[in-house]
Nanobody, 121 residues
Framework: QVQLVESGGGLVQPGGSLRLSCAATGTIFSIDYMGWYRQAPGKERELVASIFSDGSTDYVDAVKGRFTISRDNAKNTVYLQMSSLKPEDTAVYYC???????????????WGQGTQVTVFS
């Protein structure tokens, strides 16, 4: 069974940094897309950053120049380095990935459990 396990959230002051990690575990054949979403209270979940199997990346405008997404294919892990954090970055951050398990080799989307990031003055 495939699972995404997140870590790295917490409390930070404006201007600070945090690094989120998301490890895919289980019987994995391949991983295509990996990304980070966030959901603030009372708001819809939004895509923050994406990284594809060829290494290409994409970011929502609000985080460009401040957040960096990367992946370690040997560890089946995606990271989100967040710098110059602002109060409006406060949200639950979710990892999402398109994974083919060895069970049937079909690509499916999986979600992590979410990790809270709070930026406070």
């Amino acid at each position: 069974q495939v699972q995404l396990v997140e870590s790295g959230g917490g409390l930070v002051q404006p201007g600070g940094s945090l690094r989120l990690s998301c490890a895919a575990t289980g019987t994995i054949f391949s991983i295509d897309y990996m990304g980070w979403y966030r959901q603030a209270p009372g708001k819809e979940r939004e895509l923050v950053a994406s990284i594809f199997s060829d290494g290409s990346t994409d970011y929502v405008d609000a985080v460009k120049g401040r957040f960096t997404i990367s992946r370690d294919n040997a560890k089946n892990t995606v990271y989100l380095q967040m710098s110059s954090l602002k109060p409006e970055d406060t949200a639950v951050y979710y990892c999402n990935a398109q994974i083919a398990a060895t069970l049937d080799f079909r690509l499916r989307y999986y979600w992590g459990q979410g990790t809270q990031v709070t930026v406070f003055s």
